[in-house]
Nanobody
Framework: QVQLLESGGGSVQAGGSLRLSCATS????????GGWFRHSPGKGREVVAT???????NYANFVKGRFSISQENAGRTLYLQMNNLKPEDTSMYYC???????????????????WGKGTNVPVSS
């Protein structure tokens, strides 16, 4: 079982930056996929970025050039660096995790099966 705990959310003005962190604990496979998602009223859940255990990353078009996903210590911590935040980035942000036995299937939309409880990011104009 994998437990995930996000932190780093909070209010920020448009144009500002935040770094979200996700501490993972529990079972640690050699090959995995980690990711950040967001959910806001009216938009539903959106994938923001995913990262493979080997380091490859994928991003949603609406965050390319502004957000960066990273990891350290073999996935024990996932990060989402968010720069040039916009009011439309306002959302609850969740980290997620999944086993990935075959890395050739890594993608932005890789199915996750472990989720954190989320951290809120309101962006004011």
């Amino acid at each position: 079982q994998v437990q995930l705990l996000e932190s780093g959310g909070g209010s920020v003005q448009a144009g500002g930056s935040l770094r979200l962190s996700c501490a993972t604990s529990g079972y640690r496979p050699d090959a995995y996929c980690g990711g950040w998602f967001r959910h806001s009223p009216g938009k539903g859940r959106e994938v923001v970025a995913t990262i493979a255990s080997a380091g490859r990353a994928n991003y949603a078009n609406f965050v390319k050039g502004r957000f960066s996903i990273s990891q350290e210590n073999a996935g024990r911590t996932l990060y989402l660096q968010m720069n040039n935040l916009k009011p439309e980035d306002t959302s609850m942000y969740y980290c997620a995790f999944a086993l990935m036995p075959n890395p050739k299937y890594f993608s932005l939309n890789y199915e996750m099966n472990h989720w954190g409880k989320g951290t809120n990011v309101p962006v004011s104009s």
